[in-house]
């Protein structure tokens, strides 16, 4: 029994599988077998691991190199008597360690939002009889009753069907209600949303009634599968996360070179040891931006402030870099790249198409002629009349608004039939004008219904052509529908139905179909009462054809211009969906996502029969996944992430969790989209709009771009301070700069422009780049080269500053003051360069008021400390005399000078480039 979960049901016969779950089809289980099981294999609920504590986010925030190389200096510091040092680099990493502890906490909330699907209760046939009992204590084997309205309690095989439809499109991504049956399968490997004689845990019955056996319950379940998925999926680290570790790693070995390095040299040249020790922790202090990780985070969550001001929310802070990355966005159709609202788009009538305009579910449309007019009164043409209220009364579904929007309750298909008479001016409540007074239910042998209704006061009363007072309408499948009709209504006159004119009206709904449109025919007969037996071979013969109509979940109006933005910037757009295969091939094609000849769809069933590698061979090719179980969406993932793609995946249903939170950005639809959806993505997109991940996908490289400047920034800062260091011992001028000067500059007048580079303003372009790979340096496109140019010009100016304060006769801590001042100013300076490639006169001066209000309080900060009496013991320094100051600020706009020199003629040479 615990293995039941793995066998085909699908294709077993009810006696099959009531044999092998040991039970009866008519009198289910005994209590006492029931209690069993219950106590053997335990309740139907999803299980969930404990989640990560409090304490071990708090742990991991320790676990990064450059945060664990300040500790050790701290220790270090705190050991040699420089407790202000220590204290202050303490303070820091305490103050990092809590930003991203309240920034990537992440409740793993997934698998209680899941529970929210269970039923609470289930009604269940045990010892014979019908009793409701909580869903938790349903067992494989238990016989359950399900009726219209129900949420399905677990996974059942159907015994006994009575015109039962099933929602499962937060499970399998299709749009129409899916039509059950009970007789068994011939296909062992059909997918999840062709085992038509099953149910699933967390759908919802939406017509008829049903009778199955339980086959799995809890973690068993295709939902408990796929929260096993979920639990399972790896936390990888982000582009940018492996790129901090590994500048980590990389300055954590330079500064112990140059500690080892400094150390010795001094020694050797008869320094004092105790001295050089401390000299040489200064320069590891340093060639460590100590700064950095707090403020990526904090630039992080700036752009996460930005996203959500466009409709983003982001729930983990790496993801926003990782957005800069994507290469792939993989997404769902139903509700993603379409509406989830079934929509009649085109109708035919007496021998004319028609379409049908309007978005979704909202009563306002035009019908429009293939000549593009306006259909103005289209109740006042007779056969647009019987066709429009022949559909609207046939339907059991109703119409709902509310202050969310519309809402259709009941089957999809058949509320996009009533929505179509709204958009014509038919009422919702048109039976009060044409009663139901009996019915045939829809049932999946005849594939037809029809609803009789007595003649009121209404708009049909004006059709000359129905003078009966008893009128039936029958819709369905159009094959059979057209074999049961003897007559056509055309041109104002029922006639009879000549073979070659039902031949044509075959082809055109073959056509129709060929458009990935989901077609209903209509058809009435008359009656001069209301017949005493409503049986099939009476009631649903010899009718009258009037039309069809065709509906398809529209794709969402904005989307088509998003595929092209995306496309336009590297991005790749696949469809991943439940659907069938013709419908996912239009609705991709009409988007713009499949466009050549030599790009693939494939089905779900071809999926399975590939391994891995014969997977991850075609995968460039694809541009269409249709008819996918989750384990497909997942596997789909992987393989783009073998090719070395950074994918984002978008989705909203309950089969897209365990795929959202294994690509490296899962977003969830945030109206439409389940709380397991939402809960399994690294963001929500607040409007249910494809375009606004594309937005988003922009900000995410503006926000990388903005990180990279920030890093420039600060390392060639840092490159100037060691160069100043190592050039001053090496030359036996003793220390320029102490390490609690070297923390100020790098924590206080590097940290305010840094941060706010962050909030710099895309450049232009920038969606139309091709995405940087996973693997690409963040020091690409010669920043390292810039780093270490503008770092020696820095150092070079500190240390002119050192010499000449040194020339002078004055003491060491004169010279060291106007090197203090010196670097710190020209680094201030120098953030106007890390702006952009262009010139700051280009792109404006005060373009960033954020970097003009940065510099102001960074100077302001520096001034203080060289000013304020009470302050300047703390950090070492004295006052300096107007000679002194000039000799300061004359060197600190040395960079901005050399800067735009070196703009202007890199500028010029790829302008001749260009030409």
């Known amino acids: 029994m615990a293995g039941s979960s793995r066998q085909h049901w699908h294709s077993m016969t009810a006696d099959e599988a009531a044999d092998f779950l040991k039970t009866d089809l008519h009198h289910g289980l005994t209590v006492t077998e029931a209690a069993r099981r219950l106590r053997d294999l335990g309740p139907n609920e999803l299980q969930g691991d404990s989640g990560r504590s409090l304490l071990?986010?708090?742990?991991?925030?320790?676990?990064?190199?450059?945060?664990?190389?300040?500790?050790?200096?701290?220790?270090?510091?705190?050991?040699?008597?420089?407790?202000?040092?220590?204290?202050?680099?303490?303070?820091?990493?305490?103050?990092?360690?809590?930003?991203?502890?309240?920034?990537?906490?992440?409740?793993?909330?997934?698998?209680?939002?899941?529970?929210?699907?269970?039923?609470?209760?289930?009604?269940?046939?045990?010892?014979?009889?019908?009793?409701?009992?909580?869903?938790?204590?349903?067992?494989?084997?238990?016989?359950?009753?399900?009726?219209?309205?129900?949420?399905?309690?677990?996974?059942?095989?159907?015994?006994?069907?009575?015109?039962?439809?099933?929602?499962?499109?937060?499970?399998?991504?299709?749009?129409?209600?899916?039509?059950?049956?009970?007789?068994?399968?011939?296909?062992?490997?059909?997918?999840?949303?062709?085992?038509?004689?099953?149910?699933?845990?967390?759908?919802?019955?939406?017509?008829?009634?049903?009778?199955?056996l339980v086959t799995a319950t809890g973690m068993d379940t295709q939902i408990g599968q796929i929260a096993t998925m979920i639990q399972g999926a790896p936390q990888e680290a982000t582009p940018l996360q492996r790129k901090l570790d590994e500048l980590g790693k990389s300055l954590g070995a330079i500064a112990l070179v140059l500690v080892v390095l400094v150390f010795l040299a001094g020694v050797l040249r008869g320094e004092p040891a105790f001295e050089m020790f401390m000299t040489a922790i200064s320069l590891a202090v340093a060639a460590i931006p100590e700064g950095l990780p707090a403020i990526v985070t904090i630039v992080l969550a700036m752009g996460v402030q930005r996203m959500s001001r466009r409709q983003a929310i982001i729930r983990r802070?790496?993801?926003?870099?990782?957005?800069?990355?994507?290469?792939?966005?993989?997404?769902?159709?139903?509700?993603?790249?379409?509406?989830?609202?079934?929509?009649?788009?085109?109708?035919?009538?007496?021998?004319?198409?028609?379409?049908?305009?309007?978005?979704?579910?909202?009563?306002?449309?035009?019908?429009?002629?293939?000549?593009?007019?306006?259909?103005?009164?289209?109740?006042?043409?007779?056969?647009?009349?019987?066709?429009?209220?022949?559909?609207?009364?046939?339907?059991?579904?109703q119409f709902d608004a509310n202050s969310v929007g519309y809402e259709i309750i009941g089957d999809p298909t058949e509320g996009a039939l009533v929505v179509l008479g709204a958009k014509t001016g038919i009422p919702v409540d048109d039976d009060d004008h044409y009663p139901r007074i009996g019915e045939l239910p829809f049932d999946s042998s005849r594939k037809l219904m029809t609803t009789f209704h007595s003649k009121g006061n209404g708009r049909l009363d004006a059709v000359e052509a129905l003078r009966q007072p008893v009128i039936s309408f029958t819709k369905g499948a159009p094959d059979i529908l057209l074999a049961r009709c003897s007559h056509i209504y055309s041109e104002g006159e029922i006639r009879l139905l000549q073979d070659e004119e039902r031949q044509a009206l075959l082809d055109i709904n073959a056509g129709m179909g060929q458009a990935a449109l989901r077609v209903l025919a209509l058809a009435f007969r008359?009656?001069?009462?209301?017949?005493?037996?409503?049986?099939?071979?009476?009631?649903?013969?010899?009718?009258?054809?009037?039309?069809?109509?065709?509906?398809?979940?529209?794709?969402?109006?904005?989307?088509?211009a998003a595929v092209a933005v995306a496309k336009q910037a590297g991005l790749r757009t696949i469809m991943v969906t439940g659907d069938h295969k013709l419908t996912a091939t239009a609705i991709a094609q009409d988007l713009g996502i499949l466009e050549s000849p030599n790009q693939l769809v494939v089905s779900g069933q071809?999926?399975?029969?590939?391994?891995?590698?014969?997977?991850?061979?075609?995968?460039?090719?694809?541009?269409?996944?249709?008819?996918?179980?989750?384990?497909?969406?997942?596997?789909?993932?992987?393989?783009?992430?073998?090719?070395?793609?950074?994918?984002?995946?978008?989705?909203?249903?309950?089969?897209?969790?365990?795929?959202?939170?294994?690509?490296d950005i899962g977003a969830a639809m945030g109206i439409t989209g389940t709380d397991?959806?939402?809960?399994?993505?690294?963001?929500?997109?607040?409007?249910?709009?494809?375009?606004?991940?594309?937005?988003?996908?922009?900000?995410?490289?503006?926000?990388?771009a903005n990180i990279r400047k920030s890093v420039y920034y600060l390392l060639s800062c840092n490159v100037g301070e060691i160069f100043t260091i190592f050039m001053a011992i090496m030359l036996g001028w003793g220390r320029p700069l102490t390490a609690i000067q070297i923390l100020w500059i790098n924590l206080v007048t590097d940290g305010l422009p840094a941060l706010a580079l962050g909030m710099e303003p895309g450049e232009p372009g920038i969606m139309e780049r091709r995405p940087r790979g996973s693997k690409e340096s963040i020091f690409a496109g010669g920043?390292?080269?810039?780093?270490?140019?503008?770092?020696c010009l820095i150092g070079l100016l500190g240390l002119m500053a050192y010499y000449l304060g040194t020339r002078r006769g004055a003491p060491v801590?004169?010279?060291?003051?106007?090197?203090?001042?010196?670097?710190?100013?020209?680094?201030?300076?120098?953030?106007?360069?890390?702006?952009?490639?262009?010139?700051?006169?280009?792109?404006?001066?005060?373009?960033?008021?954020?970097?003009?209000?940065?510099?102001?309080?960074?100077?302001?900060?520096?001034?203080?400390?060289?000013?304020?009496?009470?302050?300047?013991?703390?950090?070492?320094?004295?006052?300096?005399?107007?000679?002194?100051?000039?000799?300061?600020?004359?060197?600190?706009?040395?960079?901005?000078?050399?800067?735009?020199?070196?703009?202007?003629?890199?500028?010029?040479?790829?302008?001749?480039?260009?030409?």
Not at 542 to 554: S, T
Not at 676 to 704: C, P, Q, S
């Open 56 to 212: 071990s986010m708090i742990i991991s925030q320790f676990q990064d190199v450059m945060v664990l190389m300040l500790m050790g200096a701290a220790v270090i510091s705190g050991f040699m008597g420089e407790i202000t040092d220590s204290i202050v680099i303490l303070l820091i990493v305490v103050l990092n360690a809590v930003i991203g502890v309240v920034q990537e906490s992440k409740a793993e909330s997934s698998l209680a939002a899941l529970k929210q699907l269970s039923a609470p209760r289930a009604i269940v046939r045990r010892d014979g009889k019908a009793q409701e009992i909580p869903a938790r204590e349903l067992v494989p084997g238990d016989l359950i009753l399900l009726e219209a309205g129900a949420n399905v309690p677990a996974d059942a095989r159907l015994v006994e069907v009575a015109n039962f439809r099933c929602e499962e499109a937060a499970l399998t991504g299709e749009s129409v209600s899916v039509e059950k049956m009970a007789s068994p399968l011939s296909d062992d490997d059909a997918t999840l949303g062709d085992r038509v004689n099953m149910v699933f845990s967390g759908t919802t019955s939406v017509y008829g009634r049903c009778h199955g």
């Open 813 to 915: 801590a004169m010279a060291r003051t106007m090197a203090f001042g010196t670097v710190a100013f020209s680094q201030l300076f120098h953030a106007f360069n890390a702006r952009s490639e262009q010139s700051i006169f280009r792109i404006g001066l005060f373009s960033n008021r954020y970097l003009i209000m940065a510099f102001a309080a960074s100077a302001a900060l520096q001034l203080a400390v060289l000013l304020i009496p009470a302050v300047q013991p703390i950090f070492g320094v004295v006052p300096l005399d107007v000679l002194h100051w000039d000799l300061v600020i004359g060197l600190s706009i040395v960079p901005i000078v050399i800067g735009e020199a070196q703009k202007l003629v890199e500028g010029s040479i790829r302008l001749r480039k260009s030409e």
């Open 526 to 560: 008359q009656w001069d009462a209301m017949p005493s037996v409503i049986d099939s071979d009476v009631a649903e013969e010899d009718l009258v054809f009037v039309g069809f109509a065709g509906m398809i979940d529209p794709p969402r109006p904005e989307v088509k």
């Open 317 to 397: 802070l790496p993801a926003v870099e990782t957005l800069g990355t994507a290469s792939v966005i993989a997404s769902d159709k139903t509700g993603t790249l379409t509406q989830n609202e079934m929509t009649v788009t085109r109708v035919y009538v007496n021998g004319r198409f028609l379409s049908v305009t309007g978005q979704g579910y909202e009563p306002k449309g035009d019908l429009m002629n293939q000549a593009g007019e306006v259909e103005a009164e289209p109740l006042a043409d007779p056969h647009l009349n019987v066709l429009l209220h022949g559909f609207a009364l046939a339907s059991d579904a």
């Open 676 to 704: 397991v959806a939402k809960e399994a993505a690294d963001m929500v997109l607040a409007d249910d709009n494809f375009a606004t991940i594309v937005a988003a996908v922009g900000e995410g490289r503006t926000i990388y």
């Open 606 to 663: 071809e999926l399975e029969e590939f391994s891995d590698g014969e997977l991850e061979a075609i995968i460039e090719d694809v541009r269409v996944f249709a008819r996918v179980s989750p384990e497909h969406k997942v596997r789909i993932v992987d393989a783009l992430k073998a090719k070395n793609h950074v994918v984002a995946m978008t989705g909203d249903g309950v089969n897209d969790a365990p795929a959202l939170k294994r690509a």
């Open 783 to 791: 920043m390292s080269y810039r780093i270490f140019l503008h770092g």
